[in-house]
C-alpha cells in the first residue's frame, strides 16, 4: 500500500509562483510512476506532469516551461514547480502513484491564481 498526502496549494496573484509537495508513505519501492493531475470547477480532470521511476518526466503543452516535476526518494517526496502562474491554472490538484499493481491518489490541494 502507498499513501500520499499533498500540501503547498493556496492563493497567488497571476505571475507568482507555488511549490505543491506530495508525501510518500508505504510501499514507495513499488511504484513505477508518479504524476500530477489538476480539476478546474466544472472540468475533467486532467494530466499535469509525470515522472518515471527512471526519472524522465512529461509535461501537459499549457505547462510546459512553466512547471517542473521533481522527486526526492530519498525524502520520499514528490513536488510539483509551479512559475509563472495564470488564473487558469487554478484547480484543485492532486497527486497519484502507480504501480504494476496498484493506484493511489492524494486528496487534494486548492491552488487560486487571480488575475
Known amino acids: 500500500q502507498v499513501q500520499l498526502v499533498e500540501s503547498g496549494g493556496g492563493l497567488v496573484q497571476a505571475g507568482g509562483s507555488l511549490r505543491l509537495s506530495c508525501a510518500t508513505s508505504?510501499?514507495?519501492?513499488?511504484?513505477?510512476?508518479m504524476n500530477w493531475y489538476r480539476q478546474a470547477p466544472g472540468k475533467q480532470r486532467e494530466l499535469v506532469a509525470s515522472v518515471l521511476s527512471g526519472g524522465s518526466t512529461d509535461y501537459a503543452d499549457s505547462v510546459k516551461g512553466r512547471f517542473t516535476i521533481s522527486r526526492n526518494i530519498a525524502k520520499n517526496m514528490l513536488y510539483l514547480q509551479m512559475n509563472s502562474l495564470k488564473p487558469e491554472d487554478t484547480a484543485i490538484y492532486y497527486c497519484?502513484?502507480?504501480?504494476?499493481?496498484?493506484?493511489?491518489w492524494g486528496q487534494g490541494t486548492q491552488v487560486t491564481v487571480s488575475s
Open positions: 508505504g510501499n514507495i519501492f513499488s511504484i513505477s510512476v
Open positions: 497519484r502513484a502507480r504501480g504494476a499493481r496498484f493506484e493511489t
